[in-house]
């Protein structure tokens, strides 16, 4: 489990595709304080395990599933990350939980500057939109942020001057494409709403025609 607290900004710099998967190294500074073979490191938001360990530079298996889902097939030698280490069992608490199993990806529409913050557009997919509430959380790119406003197809969150320098966010331009993480608390409840409703849904109630009915009442 993650925080959205993004720890370090690391650095791609090594790429190996398979036909459908791929393997990445990923440098950084902060992280490798006390990172261990198997520990999970968030990248991009991004839950993976660190498969191999040489100096600063992990390394990381990427499944297709989780390139279908995200923006990591995109990374390229050079590209920057956000990284965050699973959250100690004593650690503070500051962002809101994140499992670092993305939903889906938006798209950057619009930046704009309003004195000390960056207002950031993202266009997302309905089934992502329909677990967004306004003042609620979300995680972008790994980032824990609060959503501050919502469309139909859109939402908005405020970036800080500290957010923007600590994370890879504000580096980025419309068009470009980032992960997204559902609050989880929200996923659970919407499963839990709708669990067995197909099955409990009343049977559509019987006209009472059928061919026989009409057969007996002379009507054929």
């Given at each position: 489990m993650f925080t959205g607290i993004i720890e370090e900004i690391g650095t791609i710099k090594t790429v190996r595709n398979g036909s459908v998967s791929a393997r990445i190294g990923i440098s950084g500074s902060?992280?490798?304080s006390d990172l261990q073979?198997?520990?999970s490191v968030a990248?991009?938001?991004?839950?993976l395990t660190?498969?191999?360990?040489?100096?600063?530079?992990?390394?990381?298996?990427?499944?297709?599933?989780?390139l279908r889902r995200s923006n990591l097939g995109e990374l390229r030698s050079g590209s920057r990350v956000n990284l965050e280490r699973a959250m100690a069992?004593?650690?503070?608490?500051?962002?809101h939980i994140v499992s670092g199993h993305i939903d889906g990806t938006g798209t950057i529409t619009d930046m704009k500057r309003e004195e000390n913050a960056v207002w950031v557009t993202v266009r997302a997919p309905a089934s992502i939109i329909r677990l967004i509430v306004e003042k609620g959380s979300i995680a972008i790119d790994g980032i824990s942020l609060t959503v501050a406003d919502l469309g139909t197809d859109y939402f908005k969150v405020s970036i800080i001057p500290h957010t923007g320098e600590e994370t890879i966010l504000l580096s980025k331009k419309p068009g470009d494409v980032v992960n997204l993480e559902n609050d989880v608390i929200g996923k659970y409840v919407e499963r839990l709403m709708n669990f067995g409703a197909?099955?409990?849904?009343?049977?559509?109630?019987?006209?009472?025609?059928s061919l026989e009915m009409l057969a007996e009442n002379g009507f054929i």
């Open positions: 902060k992280i490798f073979l198997g520990d990248v991009n938001g991004v839950c660190a498969a191999a360990i040489q100096g600063n530079v992990f390394e990381a298996d990427v499944m297709a599933e989780t069992a004593g650690g503070r608490f500051g962002g197909e099955e409990a849904a009343p049977a559509p109630r019987s006209s009472g025609l």
